[in-house]
């Protein structure tokens, strides 16, 4: 069957298309109506008879981070009303102490409160909705105390706000993320209500410009890894913060798995940004919450790490692009070091006088370096800081930019392997084409763990010794002793374990999943090549730097036969 993947990012739309054993790639400009981007991405890959149809989109990312969302209310219990404003108490900033946080998305003049109050053990107050103030906003967020144990009251409310205001977006904390902890409940909730109105425009407008190009309804990226339908991302659209990003770590992990190698580090290097994560065992590294424009984001996750280091950190359009810009880049010092091509995917033509003026004094060199080292520290994030040697781990160079840098970084860590697939500028889609349905649940327990009763079979727990603020996360297995998995966590984390301590399960995780059809990539031609040297590839350039040699296809033994992916190592 034929099945299609586009991902829209800040610079260009990829798109891939897996029929049997073919496969296209296309790369246009994205423009302001992504939709029309994603058409013109399908046309270009030449896609007809779509069986299965997946998209990540930047939508609801770009207007957090812009804050272009709705005009959004906010509803607590009487007396929490200012929970956006208070946070918690950590400094905005270690070192800075004038250092302020992000703004709320809700301004103080609109957040009310409703008299009720539920407690751990129940009702303590019923509600009131007389109590209820006239409300004037677009949308509204319900963030009510408790309501991760009884949503009894939110439900009530949030049916009372749809009768009074049909035209409203209306999120109850309950519905997207069922919780403790009342601040970051109230901001996931908060976030989902003010981009509700904005991304259910552009899915609207998605599926009209979809259906009339004769393609199937798309499924959309989950920041988790997983898909969700466009009637699932329109209600609670902070599912896909991180949209395009998790294609790219999924596209990182099943090309990890056909090469054979189980521990890798993705490397997903843009226009605008670059993206990093740790792959461990074959599995995605995820995490339960993610900070998003300053804002936690309490909702599974893939853990990406992302930096603002791209082919146009500098300039949102490169001088080389031709395209009117002036101010230098990172893409005009890869020109200038004989990096790229004289045309990028897409049909951009570079400029190389435009991008000598742009640099003038500067050498392009010293702008590799400097943008080698904020990806280097990305990188270090995810794999030193958390106990982990990168030498143990391959990276996974993709991206229209980071084949250019892989090896170089590489050296910087240690790591003798770098994996460079032959999709490599449009890995993000190709995720996307080999992602699974999935949806993600959470029970909240915060009970003693002996007390817990029966657990699920699968999935995940978040646990904590008795008196501790902050928990670890083991994998729940139905052979597997869950307290002693946790003490060795915890030893392997702060070095040591207290065996004797209590242990409180705070919450469980799981996920229903429908695998995705099997991927299968078509062989590339053999190569060998010795560096330094520039190979051109799927949406990207690849720059083997001197002193490694790369490997494709059956002609090196640690690869699988007719693999397309390009193994680079030190020589």
């Not at 990207?540 to 992916?565: H, I, K, N």
Request: glycine share 10%; hydrophobic share 45%; with cysteine.
């Amino acid at each position: 069957m034929a099945v299609l993947g586009i991902d829209v990012g800040g610079t260009f739309t990829d798109a891939v298309l897996l029929d049997g054993g073919r496969v296209a790639t296309a790369k246009v400009p994205t423009r302001a109506a992504q939709e029309e981007s994603v058409v013109e991405a399908a046309r270009a890959v030449g896609a007809a008879d779509v069986e299965r149809f997946t998209h990540g989109t930047t939508v609801a990312t770009n207007a957090l981070l812009e804050r272009k969302g709705a005009r959004t209310a906010f509803l607590a219990t009487a007396g929490f009303e200012h929970l956006l404003h208070l946070r918690r108490q950590a400094r905005a900033h270690l070192y800075r102490l004038c250092e302020h946080h992000p703004e709320p998305l809700v301004p103080i003049e609109r957040c009310f409160g409703v008299r009720e109050r539920i407690g751990p053990d129940g009702v303590l107050e019923e509600l009131d909705l007389a109590s209820l103030p006239e409300i004037d906003a677009e949308a509204i967020a319900v963030c009510l105390l408790f309501s991760f144990r009884d949503g009894s009251h939110e439900r009530a409310v949030a049916a009372e706000l749809r009768r009074r205001l049909p035209g409203a977006h209306v999120v109850a904390s309950h519905e997207v993320a069922p919780e403790f902890r009342e601040y970051e409940r109230a901001s996931t909730t908060a976030a989902d209500a003010y981009l509700g109105p904005v991304t259910g425009r552009y899915l609207a407008a998605l599926g009209r410009c979809v259906r009339e190009a004769g393609l199937p309804e798309p499924l959309v990226m989950r920041s988790s890894g997983g898909l969700a339908t466009l009637e699932e991302a329109a209600a609670h659209p902070s599912i896909a913060l991180v949209s395009g990003p998790a294609g790219g770590v999924v596209g990182a992990a099943r090309v990890c798995a056909l090469a054979g190698i189980e521990n890798a580090i993705s490397f997903d290097m843009g226009g605008t940004s670059t993206d990093v994560c740790l792959i461990a065992g074959g599995e995605v590294e995820r995490a339960p919450e993610r900070v998003v424009g300053g804002l936690p984001i309490r909702l599974p996750t893939v853990d990406v790490h992302t930096v603002g280091a791209g082919g146009g950190s500098i300039a949102w359009r490169d001088a080389g692009y031709g395209r009117g810009g002036t101010e230098p880049t990172v893409t005009d010092a890869n020109l200038l070091l004989g990096r790229l091509p004289a045309t990028l995917a897409g049909g951009i033509e570079l400029d190389a006088a435009a991008a000598s003026r742009a640099l003038g004094a500067l050498e392009p060199a010293d702008v590799v370096r400097a943008v080698n080292a904020e990806m280097l520290r990305a990188l270090r994030v995810v794999s030193v800081e958390r106990g982990h040697d990168p030498a143990d781990f391959a990276l996974v160079a993709f991206g229209g930019a980071g084949p250019l840098h892989g090896c170089e970084l590489a050296e910087e860590l240690g790591i003798r392997t770098v994996l460079v697939p032959g999709a490599a500028g449009v890995l993000s889609a190709l995720g996307l084409v080999a992602s699974d349905e999935r949806r993600d649940f959470v029970r909240t327990y915060l009970c003693p763990l002996e007390e817990a009763g029966e657990l699920p079979a699968g999935g995940e727990a978040d646990l904590r010794y008795a008196g501790q603020s902050f928990e670890l996360t083991v994998l729940v297995a139905a052979d597997r002793d869950l307290a002693d998995a946790f003490h060795r966590a915890h030893e392997a984390r702060y070095g040591y374990a207290d065996r004797e301590r209590p242990i409180e399960l705070v919450a469980v995780r799981t996920a229903e999943v429908r695998p995705a059809p099997p991927l299968e990539l078509p062989p590339a031609e053999p190569l060998r090549v010795e560096g330094p040297a520039l190979l051109e590839l799927e949406g990207a350039t690849c720059f083997v730097a001197p002193g490694w040699v790369g490997v494709r296809d059956g002609t090196d033994p640690a690869l699988r036969p007719r693999s397309s992916t390009l193994r680079l190592t030190r020589a």
